[in-house]
């Protein structure tokens, strides 16, 4: 196990992937790049019609391309050293990690872009279910690669939606626009602040002396994807109560934390909490991209933290490991730390003055270790750049 993961180098992946695809299919590839992403604050917001603040990540995944003639789409996997053969027209899911691929495929038929009648080679350094979404930095890297091999473009916004439709409809996973988006949209030295209902965003400048630092708990719970659907709902009764008082509401996005104090009285406790989560969640959002704009960090860092007590308390998705994890970050010296994705495990995001990352890094590894007898896995990354070609020029730049 890897303490500290830190990217490979670029260029060198591009060249070993060029290598690969001209050994297998006796042909000049064209490849492009997707990052993973992290989300530094707005936690199940987007499907309460809220705000985001996600960060692309400097591990992604790599789509090598070019077209074949016969009709059919093979897919190489250099992780999993797989290869799948797949027709669009009758596509159906399989099950593994080539639905990802056949997905974005199918919808880009559906839409009528694209090839699949083509080779695809993907490798990723993204790690795989960590929260990283390594998901969508293959559907991103995997679509732009099918469009262009089609010798077409496609808007970004464009192509993050398609892509979440794959992974909705097609894989099956209930997931809002964010991973997709910020892998399209990613900007490098800045946070992405993405109003889920309208997609309008805004690219916030992150200081360049302050790293992120990622630390993997190491734990999955199995209660998650249930967990997930349930507080779902419970929004969604929220909503349903607190429309017979406030008729204009659509979605928790548009309640202020002061109607739901005025209306608390009609929700039972329990869709209090959870509706309080929510609504607190979309201020700080806002709160913390004005603090970095105004470069107070330290608010930054206090709304973090607010986070992920309101998290705990309030919405129920922590657990021991990830709270012990941000008690530990916040003791050696994080600006701010929070749980990151959807909860019961998987990565907290802390945001670190760089030239103390080091230090930090082994003090939390350590403490971690002593309490839960687990390793954590550390990613450090700045703010990354969305996807691309790879070309020489940009392999130069990376
Ligand atoms: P996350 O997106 O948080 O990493 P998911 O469960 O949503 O976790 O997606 C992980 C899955 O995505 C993997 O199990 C695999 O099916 C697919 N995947 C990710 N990276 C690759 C890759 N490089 N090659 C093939 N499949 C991949
Ligand atoms: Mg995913």
Same mark, same amino acid.
């Not at 309080?276 to 970095?292: I, M, T």
């Given at each position: ?278 609504? $607190? +969640?979309? /201020? =700080?959002?806002? %709160?913390? &991209?004005?603090?970095? *704009?105004?470069?107070?960090? !330290? ?62 890094? $082994? +003090?939390? /590894? =350590?403490?971690? %270790?002593? &309490?839960?007898?687990? *390793?954590?896995?550390?990613? !450090? ?18």
């Amino acid at each position: 196990m890897v303490e500290s993961a830190t990217p490979a180098p670029k260029a060198a992946i591009a060249e070993g992937l060029r290598r690969e695809f001209e050994v297998r299919f006796k042909s000049q590839p064209r490849i492009f790049r997707a990052p993973g992403r992290v989300n530094l604050i707005g936690e199940h917001t987007d499907y309460n019609d809220g705000w985001v603040m996600p960060a692309a990540i400097e591990f992604g995944t790599w789509a090598a391309v070019a077209p074949r003639s016969d009709g059919t789409l093979h897919i190489v996997s250099l992780n999993f050293n797989e290869e799948r053969v797949v027709s669009p027209e009758g596509a159906e899911r399989r099950g593994d990690w080539s639905d990802y691929v056949s997905g974005v495929a199918v919808m880009l038929r559906r839409a009528g872009l694209g090839t699949a009648d083509a080779n695809l080679v993907l490798w990723g350094d993204v790690p795989l279910g960590a929260g990283l979404s390594s998901s969508a930095s293959v559907e991103i890297s995997a679509g732009l690669a099918l469009v262009a091999a089609g010798g077409q473009q496609l808007a970004r916004t464009e192509l993050a939606r398609l892509c979440q439709r794959a992974e909705n409809d097609f894989v099956g996973a209930r997931c809002g626009i964010m991973d997709q988006f910020i892998s399209s949209h990613g900007r490098a030295g800045h946070a992405l602040l993405l109003d889920c209902r309208s997609l309008e965003y805004e690219l916030i400048p992150l200081p360049a002396d302050v790293a992120i630092v990622i630390a993997n708990s190491m734990v999955k719970h199995e209660l998650a994807a249930g967990e997930y659907n349930a507080r779902r709902a419970e929004c969604e009764e929220g909503v349903l109560i607190l429309q017979r008082s406030l008729p204009g509401i659509r979605a928790l996005r548009d309640v202020s934390l002061q109607q739901l104090e005025q209306h608390r009285g009609d929700l039972p406790p329990k869709i209090y909490r959870r509706c309080r989560y929510v609504v $607190s +969640e979309n /201020a =700080r959002v806002l %709160e913390f &991209a004005r603090a970095l *704009k105004a470069g107070e960090l !330290r608010r930054a860092g206090e709304l973090m933290a607010e986070s992920h007590a309101s998290l705990r308390d309030d919405y129920e998705v922590s657990c021991r490991e990830l709270d012990l994890l941000v008690s530990f970050a916040s003791e050696a010296g994080a600006i701010g730390s929070r749980m990151t994705g959807g909860g019961f495990g998987g990565c907290v995001v802390n945001l670190v003055a760089q030239a103390d990352a080091e230090r930090f890094q $082994s +003090e939390l /590894a =350590r403490n971690y %270790e002593q &309490a839960t007898g687990m *390793k954590p896995e550390l990613y !450090r990354t700045r703010a990354a750049d969305g996807a691309h070609e790879v070309t020489a020029r940009s392999e130069k730049n990376a």
